[in-house]
Every structure is written in structure tokens, then in C-alpha cells.
């Protein structure tokens, strides 16, 4: 049996989109295609799923750097359930490592979401949104964590480090739309011990450890300093300099708000309880959605694993 050439995202009919965002097999990819259906902005990307040949994993590769208009692409990994253990992608690699890198992850069962290349070191703001509810046409509640310059969605949802600003809101009903009024909304300042010198070191580490380790950068024994010696030689001073986070999300927290709504209203679990997602803001500037989680269906772990993935503030 011939298998379909993988094609991008922003090449897919309506019909395509309806069915690819129906298919939980791909959590990542699901939402993807939910959010692009749903007019919000997301990477131009394409799926790999297992079974495709090293012929076909060049070709998509080549296709979607023709449409984005790169010679690198940014590699995710995909596959349903997952363990606390898996490929932390979302690095940038030039089209002729796409296929060795794509090879292990394919050989291991898991889909390989090629996507256009971002800066992950330039970022203006980042946000990750929850949706809280006790149960269907119950009032829930929605919660935003940011950090400023420099920072990455990385960091909030598996990087430990906490947010400068939160923004809260109770008494959302997600079925019936309803403007929130601004003195309705709860913001709370830094609460990092050791205050943004420390976040900023556990960026650093972070960066040497995983980001730039990955991308061959560094070697897996860099430090802090190394991490900063790297970012400085390359100009990539946000992370440095002054941190607006607070502005930054109350100029953005409505549109998030609305934005949050309608992700809910089309979630295709209308169970859900817990519901995540990530925003970014660019240098470009240019801003996007990452992924939509529903914090049940995760992890092969509890309930108590999905939400610290989805948020600190339970």
C-alpha cells in the first residue's frame, strides 16, 4: 500500500484540517491543525508519522522549506501518551540533519513535526494560558503565567522556572461568552526566590544543558557562563536587559482571554477540566499558539502529572 506523501499544514484543505484535528493519535499535530482551522496562528508545519521512508521524510522537509522560504527547520516529536522521558525538540537544524535526526525518533514509533524555524532566544513575551473547570457548564477559571525578554515556552512548561507576572480570572463560564472587566483580574508580581537573578541563572543553565547541547553548541558539561559567553558573542541580549513583563501581558491579556474562549468552546473533549496552551511573541514581531493540552490525556502518569505540566497554580 502507498503512503501519502506528508504535506504542510497551511496546504491542507478544510476537510484535511477537520480530520487531522479529530485524530488524537498526534496530540501536537491535532491542535495544530484545531488552531490553524480555527484562524489563530501557528507555525507552518508537516507530520511524519512512523512508517514513512528517509526518501520521504527529505522530501516533506524540502517542501516545507520551499513554502516557508529556509534552509532550516525546527524538529518536534509527536506520539499520543507520553512519559516523563521524551525528546525535547523544538531546536532549529539546517535541511541536511533533518533525516539522521528524524531517523531515531521514526524508528522509535514516535511522529516527527517538522515546522518553520523560530528564535528561541529573542522572544519578547511569553505566556502559557490554563483553562480550569470543576466539570461541563460549570464556571471555571483561567490563568496566565508570563515571562519577558529572553525567555521561552520551554521554560514554563518543563523548564521549571516561574513566571514574573500571573494574571487570574475567576468565574469564567467557557460556554457563554461574557467580557471580562479589568478590575476583575488578579495580577501577581515576581515570586522566584532570589528575584530575576535567579530565573535568569536557571535560564542559563537550562540553555547549556539541553538547548544549545542539542543543537551542538556546547558540550553537555557547559555551565551558566558558557550559555551566556554564547548568547552575548551572537547579539542575543533580551534575556539582559530590562524585563516589562507586567505591560506586556496586561496589554495582551483581553485578546488572550477571547482567544482562550474559543479554544475551549472547540476543544473535542467536552469533559475536559484542565486545558493549556502557549503563546509566544517574537522579535519580528510575530506572534503564535503552540500546543492545546488537555492536562487528562497527557501523560501516561495521574491526573496530580498532567497538571504540573499544565501549570503550577492548581
Known amino acids: 500500500?502507498?503512503?501519502?506523501?506528508?504535506?504542510?499544514?497551511?496546504?491542507?484543505?478544510?476537510?484535511?484540517?477537520?480530520?487531522?484535528?479529530?485524530?488524537?493519535?498526534?496530540?501536537?499535530?491535532?491542535?495544530?491543525?484545531?488552531m490553524h482551522s480555527l484562524k489563530l496562528p501557528v507555525l507552518n508545519a508537516c507530520l511524519i508519522p512512523p512508517g514513512h521512508s528517509a526518501a520521504?521524510?527529505?522530501?516533506?522537509?524540502g517542501l516545507l522549506a520551499a513554502a516557508t522560504g529556509t534552509r532550516t527547520l525546527m524538529i518536534r516529536s509527536d506520539g499520543g501518551v507520553e512519559k516523563k522521558q521524551y525528546y525535547r525538540g523544538g531546536n532549529t537544524f539546517g535541511i541536511e540533519e533533518i533525516g539522521p535526526r528524524a531517523a531515531g525518533l521514526l524508528a522509535d514509533g514516535r511522529a516527527v513535526i517538522l515546522a518553520e524555524p523560530t528564535n528561541r532566544f529573542t522572544n519578547r513575551l511569553t505566556v502559557l494560558l490554563r483553562m480550569d473547570r470543576p466539570g461541563p457548564g460549570r464556571p471555571g477559571s483561567l490563568t496566565l503565567e508570563a515571562l519577558g525578554p529572553g525567555y521561552d515556552v520551554a521554560d514554563l512548561t518543563r523548564g521549571q522556572i516561574p513566571p514574573q507576572v500571573t494574571a487570574h480570572l475567576d468565574d469564567v463560564d467557557f460556554t457563554r461568552y461574557e467580557s471580562p472587566r479589568w478590575h476583575k483580574w488578579k495580577f501577581t508580581g515576581d515570586q522566584c526566590i532570589g528575584g530575576e537573578d535567579a530565573r535568569r541563572l536557571r535560564r542559563l543553565e537550562r540553555l547549556a544543558t539541553q538547548t544549545l547541547t542539542d543543537g551542538?553548541?556546547?558540550?553537555?558539561?557547559?555551565?551558566?557562563?558558557?550559555?551566556?559567553?554564547w548568547l552575548r558573542q551572537r547579539g542575543y541580549l533580551q534575556l539582559f536587559g530590562p524585563q516589562p513583563t507586567r505591560?506586556?501581558?496586561?496589554?495582551?491579556?483581553?485578546?488572550?482571554?477571547?482567544?482562550a474562549f474559543v479554544l475551549a468552546l472547540a476543544q473535542p473533549n467536552r469533559n475536559w477540566h484542565c486545558l493549556a496552551t502557549a503563546f509566544s511573541v517574537f522579535e519580528e514581531p510575530r506572534a503564535l499558539y503552540w500546543d492545546l493540552v488537555d492536562g487528562e490525556r497527557k501523560y501516561a502518569a495521574t491526573t496530580p502529572a498532567a497538571a504540573r505540566y499544565t501549570g503550577r497554580t492548581v
Do not use: I, N, Y
Not at 56 to 61: E, I, K, L, M, P
Not at 248 to 258: E, I, P, S, V
Open 1 to 34: 500500500m502507498t503512503t501519502a506523501l506528508p504535506r504542510p499544514l497551511h496546504m491542507l484543505s478544510a476537510t484535511e484540517l477537520a480530520a487531522a484535528a479529530g485524530d488524537r493519535r498526534w496530540p501536537k499535530w491535532q491542535s495544530m491543525a484545531l
Open 56 to 61: 520521504a521524510v527529505r522530501t516533506a522537509a
Open 216 to 229: 551542538g553548541h556546547l558540550d553537555g558539561e557547559a555551565g551558566a557562563e558558557h550559555a551566556e559567553a
Open 247 to 259: 505591560e506586556a501581558l496586561a496589554k495582551r491579556a483581553r485578546g488572550l482571554f477571547d482567544d
